[in-house]
């Protein structure tokens, strides 16, 4: 039996050099921070994905009918804040994970921050602002000459 055979074995995973303390803490606090972040997030984005779903249900006392535009743009802010601070925290636990070979943190925090760009990017694309229709089309466009002697038309 070669040396590199032996080295292959289960003395080289016992051989390789554990992270400091301070590295495990930094990385359960990185999962915990993003754990955290996502349940503050979620019941907003929950909400306009209800709403979205649901636009007729009221759930208002007095049977008045809320209007989406607040919704929206708070589905927005915190699609963003999602998709920013999630993965960046999410990438903060990926680099200790990489640094010191952990193979089930790096899976976790690389997954962590492809929900956060994935669910986060989905949502706000998804609660962009309605593009108005195009102008009306009133009749044909052409430039007419007006009394008063001005000929120029707009646009040429």
């Known amino acids: 039996m070669d040396g590199a055979a032996v ?3 289960p003395r080289a995973a016992a051989s390789r050099p554990r992270p400091p303390s301070w590295a495990t803490v930094a990385m359960v606090l990185a999962g915990g921070a993003w754990f955290v972040h996502l349940m503050t997030v979620l019941p907003e984005l929950a909400d306009y994905a209800f709403d979205r779903l649901l636009p007729d249900v009221t759930f208002w ?3 008045q009918a809320d209007t989406h535009e607040p919704l929206r ?3 927005r802010s915190s699609a963003l804040a999602l998709m920013v601070n999630g993965t960046a925290i999410a990438g903060i636990g990926l680099g200790l994970a990489v640094r010191w070979r952990r193979a089930l943190g790096t899976a976790l925090f690389t997954a962590a921050a492809g929900i956060s760009l994935f669910v986060g990017l989905g ?3 998804l609660a962009a602002p309605e593009r108005p229709a195009g102008p009306e089309d009133d009749g044909p466009r052409y430039c007419q000459e007006h009394s008063g002697g001005d000929t120029r038309c707009p646009g040429g």
Request: charged share 25%; glycine share 16%; net charge negative.
């Open 73 to 75: 743009e708070l589905a």
């Open 61 to 63: 006392a007095d049977g």
């Open 7 to 9: 080295e292959a074995g």
């Open 123 to 125: 949502i706000f694309l």
